[in-house]
């Protein structure tokens, strides 16, 4: 399989689309990542259009990067090669019945912020200008505080009654909200600081044992206490639409 890799952000939403159109043919969960992904690309994409990074070019840099680092390991995975383990874990859990359309998502941003996004902020800066890289990281923070809602619509459209177990377990919930838009970018920023200090012989020693540590979140994910993986599974039997459709579904949000 072609190990694809982006050199500007227009082939990452085209590396995305072809991902996406694969996992519908095939059914898959392993396009519901991408298609949240590519919203996000979208964003950033337009940020740099109209100006709004403190440095475009940089964060086009940045973006590409990071996104190639997500292509990278799809690739891998599909040749049955060996990405990095996290990733791997949430490859093989679209592989499985159970895992709902949320805890797929988490698995993706949970590799590709916790592991991915720190790494790719180092790459793109040196230990005496990582600083000047922080307002337009908040600026992405800020592109995936505002889909929060909008996830949420899109995973009513794939299980409409979602919207009153929301409301009846605050937990489910916040376990989207904290995890993914605060914990994993506040961690992700730390690891930049702490990688791109690290001289060029200790860097992949350093990726290898954060791997470990986002592998044990990615557990905690796949199964989150016996409440919440309870309701889960409750929401997994009367998920409406094919994968496909689900894919679709959560493609529309904005």
Request: some cysteine.
């Amino acid at each position: 399989m072609n190990m694809k890799q982006a050199t500007t952000i227009d082939e990452v939403i085209l590396f995305l689309d072809e991902i996406i159109e694969a996992a519908k043919l095939e059914q898959s969960p392993i396009g519901l990542f991408p298609t949240l992904y590519r919203i996000v690309t979208l964003k950033i994409k337009s940020g740099i259009v109209n100006g709004s990074f403190q440095n475009c070019e940089r964060m086009e840099k940045l973006d590409v990067i990071f996104a190639n680092r997500y292509l990278k390991a799809y690739y891998e995975y599909r040749a049955k090669g060996k990405p990095s383990e996290c990733w791997k874990f949430a490859f093989q859990k679209t592989e499985t019945y159970w895992p709902i359309v949320l805890q797929h998502l988490l698995l993706g941003i949970n590799a590709h912020i916790n592991l991915d996004l720190g790494i790719a902020s180092a790459q793109v800066s040196t230990p005496q200008d990582i600083t000047d890289l922080k307002s337009d990281f908040e600026q992405i923070n800020t592109i995936l505080s505002d889909l929060v809602g909008s996830v949420e619509k899109g995973l009513i459209k794939i299980w409409p009654t979602l919207t009153y177990i929301l409301k009846l377990s605050g937990k489910i919930d916040n376990f989207f909200i904290d995890f993914s838009m605060k914990t994993a970018r506040d961690g992700a920023w730390k690891y930049a600081n702490e990688f791109v200090l690290l001289p060029e012989n200790q860097r992949e020693a350093s990726i290898q044992e954060r791997d470990i540590k986002i592998s044990e979140i990615a557990k905690l994910v796949s199964n989150p206490g016996y409440l919440v993986s309870g309701v889960f599974k409750f929401i997994r039997l009367f998920e409406r639409g094919s994968v496909a459709q689900k894919i679709i579904d959560l493609s529309k949000i904005e």
